[in-house]
């Protein structure tokens, strides 16, 4: 079983910055592909980035070139870099892990097995 928590969610004004962690237990991750979605008011869950355990990212158009993801596999945690943050960032962001082979695109939420309970992230002036 891995457990993850997420930190760094808050209030921010829109072209800010904010550094969201992912941090792991139970098991070493490091194998794993880690995931941010996110899910707005009235809105599905939507992917937001992926980084796969060799340190290849994919991120949403919505988001490339303004969001980054990396991991530091000697603290079992995830980052998430939100740069230039606009109101349509808000959300609560989730991080998800999986070490699974799966069929379902990175994007697909089928494709992760653990979850964290979520942080909020809101842009506002």
């Known amino acids: 079983q891995v457990q993850l928590v997420e930190s760094g969610g808050g209030l921010v004004q829109p072209g800010g910055s904010l550094r969201l962690s992912c941090a792991a237990s139970?098991?070493?991750?490091?194998?794993?592909?880690v995931a941010w979605f996110r899910q707005a008011p009235g809105k599905e869950r939507e992917f937001v980035v992926v980084i796969r355990p060799s340190g290849g990212s994919t991120a949403s158009e919505s988001v490339k070139g303004r969001f980054t993801i990396s991991r530091d596999n000697a603290k079992n945690t995830v980052y998430l870099q939100m740069n230039s943050l606009k109101p349509e960032d808000t959300a609560v962001y989730y991080c998800?892990?999986?070490?699974?082979?799966?069929?379902?695109?990175?994007?697909?939420?089928?494709?992760?097995?653990?979850w964290g309970q979520g942080t909020q992230v809101t842009v506002s002036s």
């Open positions: 998800a892990a999986s070490g699974r082979i799966t069929m379902a695109p990175i994007t697909d939420q089928a494709g992760y097995d653990y």
């Open positions: 139970g098991r070493t991750f490091s194998s794993y592909r």
